[in-house]
């Protein structure tokens, strides 16, 4: 990490949360958020995305470890930090009987140096839904009203969570286009997602988790390095996998079997691609649905579930 | 709008405008707060007439006129608010508010004006009505009787969010309310005044956290409280207004159950 101490807006340690009832939905996950970043919080649906956000926004006291948000604790010096915070929560959280525009008035209202409502509903492509009650808007329109909220006041640090979840393809992107712009401007930005696009194509940074810990952490890029290329196929009738060359030989790191299909993994595809063909050509056989597949973000998360899964067929070998 | 730093006042005006307009679409609630209050009167008009009153020094006018404030309280202020409070945590309204600026007390007293004051103005236009169609005369201790007001509304709003921490939905919420309004009503010197009872269930009652706001403002009209008397319900109601503090400090619940 090459960003400055001074420069971190968010930083998290050893952080910990647990619920009423005992269950540790948080278990100890540490990471930082420089200036003007825009960070991703990844995971599938129960890793503890939210409880680790909402902890960011100080809706709750950690059970251990340290929280710092523009070097403030965010649930202890509330009345510091909330000023110069907006928050996207997961779901909605306005009374269904407001229209859209009485919404933005009374949240305008709560908020520090807030821009006029209007302005941030046309941001966000609501404005000729002011007078619709807020029941009568789609998902997607609430998510909207959602992220126009959270813009109200300019602030600082933005925390969304799941801000795309229920928007239609374009409307995804419009999203995308404005946390760029707002990333542009200097705003620092931590989301959460399950979309492996999302995070690809917006986050600086991401960090995976899994089970309240984080599995993988460093630039989309980083992350993506870390985790090995995939090589599938189908061996035909007769051919087992103990006919191609020595796997470790081949730059191969570890294999699955399924049925006749093969599956690869490599952090030398080059190698094992060529190794894996020149044999096929050698022997006469005919590789079904060959596929070769450079290592991918979505590789990275299928691996992290694959590894949580415990997949009994997959050996490892010594890298 | 401004762009200047938000005040608590600033910020629990905006909440009260939102809910105020809330309640105006609440049908049912508004109904509830607004209407309930104004007939229930006419009931405890004539069960009052059953007893002998004159005996015990009051008139059917200061029997009525504190219960009457005693239904707007209830009804207009605490029911309604749990009502408030319930459906705005099941809306996930509260734990929104909560990410801003707002501190919670903000808004919890933000959410609890417009209810507080219908009850506030509903008291006075049927202390006023009472007053015209039942003989009583100017309060002679009024005073007391705003003190009891002052007293019977921060009761009534903070047990509003004890009972609505263990509210899960609106609809169970006439049923959630059902203790504190019974028990008010017939114990409290709603219905039947605490002079006519027994000692020993008089004293009972005297602990009960509506009564002392019933005694006060019955000894607002009546000037007949000693200032040894007011003592007494004074110290009862404000431990019941701490005790309902600590309560919502304990217990309340800012989000739905998962």
Known sequence: MNIDEHEH???????????????????GITFSVGRGEVFALLGTNGAGKTSTVELLEGLARPAGGRVRVLGCDPYAERAVVRPRTGVMLQEGGFPSELTVAETARMWAGCVSGARPPRDVLELVGLAGKADVRVKQLSGGERRRLDLALALLGDPEVLFLDEPTTGLDAEGRRDTWEL?????????????????????EGLADRLAILHEGRIAAAGTP??????QPARISFELPEGYFVGDLPPLAEMGVSGHEVDGR??????HQLQRAATRLLVWAEGAGVELGRLDVRAASLEEAFLGIAREAAGAAKTKEYAA | MSTAVTTPVGRM??????????????????????FVPLVLPFSAQMAAKEMDLAEVGLTLGTVILPASIGFSLLYAVYATLVAVYTARREELVLKRLRTGELKDTEILAGAALPAVATGL???????????????VGAPRAPHLAVLGLLLGVVLCASLAAVTSSFTRTVESAQV??????FLSMIFSGMFVPLEVLPDRVASVCELLPLTPVITLVRGGWTGGLSAYEVIGPVMTGLAWAVLGVLAVR?????????
């Open chain 1, 9 to 27: 807006v968010i930083e998290v340690t050893d952080l910990r949360r647990v619920y009423g009832g005992g269950f540790e939905a948080v278990r």
């Open chain 1, 179 to 199: 946390v760029r712009g707002l990333r542009d401007a200097g705003t620092t930005v931590l989301l959460t997602t399950h979309y492996l696009e999302e995070a």
């Open chain 1, 221 to 226: 890029a980083e992350v993506t390095a870390a």
């Open chain 1, 261 to 266: 299909v093969v599956r690869l993994r490599t």
């Open chain 2, 13 to 34: 005006t905006a909440l009260a405008r939102a809910e105020l307009t809330l309640l105006g679409r609440s049908k049912g609630t508004l109904f509830a707060a607004l």
């Open chain 2, 121 to 135: 103005a509903q008291s006075l236009v049927l202390a006023v009505g009472c007053t015209v169609l039942l003989d």
């Open chain 2, 176 to 181: 959630t309310t059902l203790p504190v309004l």
């Open chain 2, 250 to 258: 304990r217990w309340f619940r800012w989000e739905p159950r998962r």
